[in-house]
């Protein structure tokens, strides 16, 4: 298998564009988590999703976030409209059961707002 | 809440000796993970701990879990420059089965 595929790897935006984050899970995990990691803030939770479904995201920063998943194979973050304090490097990942499975993560979206 | 702590938060040691990190939590978890992230890298998963006293072994890698302690040790035997790395430990939140991740320890590991 791949692994978690995420696009683009590098992002730089101006302030106030709209920028879109991509992941495909590894085929077959149920669970899709979205994490936003910083030198401030450390590894967050942002997001996650089950079959599909947004279960939990009280993480998302404020409304400027959102997230979806179409299908199984596809998951988006989008920030609109982006700000500096939204750098950081974004990471995907996914797991075959939230409880009990490893995370699989995404080798990561480093985002630059200048 | 459920809070995770690591310490050291920054470790630099020479090659060929040993030494622990240490991963505690707040409150009652029977579950624990250990992450390693090279620089500019994403997160790779070492080992999962499942029950107390639970004891993985990878290479110069070792983890163990005391669950009544709630402590997680992580301990490196014979250092190699290899090993310089960030780990992370994780535990799950019973309730909702979330992820709470420690701040990570740097270490670094000098030839």
């Known amino acids: 298998d791949a692994g978690v595929i995420q696009s683009p790897r590098h992002e730089v935006t101006e302030m106030g564009q709209e920028v879109t984050l991509r992941c495909k899970p590894i085929s077959g995990h149920d669970y899709l988590f979205w994490y936003r990691q910083t030198m401030m803030r450390g590894l967050e939770l942002l997001i996650y999703f089950n079959n599909n479904v947004p279960i939990d995201d009280s993480g998302m920063p404020e409304d400027r976030f959102s997230a979806k998943m179409p299908n199984a194979s596809f998951s988006t973050l989008k920030i609109q409209p982006s700000e500096p304090r939204d750098s950081a490097v974004y990471f995907c990942a996914s797991s075959a059961d939230r409880g009990t499975d490893t995370q699989y993560f995404g080798p990561g979206t480093r985002l630059t707002v200048l | 809440e459920l809070k995770v702590e690591q310490n050291p938060l920054f470790l630099s040691m020479q090659e060929g000796k040993n030494y622990t990190i240490y991963c505690n939590y707040s409150t009652t978890s029977d579950r624990l993970y250990w992450y390693r992230q090279d620089p500019g890298k994403s997160l790779e998963s070492l080992f999962v701990?499942?029950?107390n006293g639970a004891v993985k072994q990878e290479g110069r890698l070792m983890a163990s879990l005391d669950t009544k302690a709630r402590l997680s040790t992580l301990h490196i035997t014979a250092a190699v420059h290899d090993l310089s790395a960030t780990y992370f430990c994780a535990v799950v939140l019973a309730s909702n089965y979330q992820l709470i991740w420690g701040a990570g320890t740097k270490l670094i590991i000098k030839p």
């Open positions: 701990l499942l029950s």
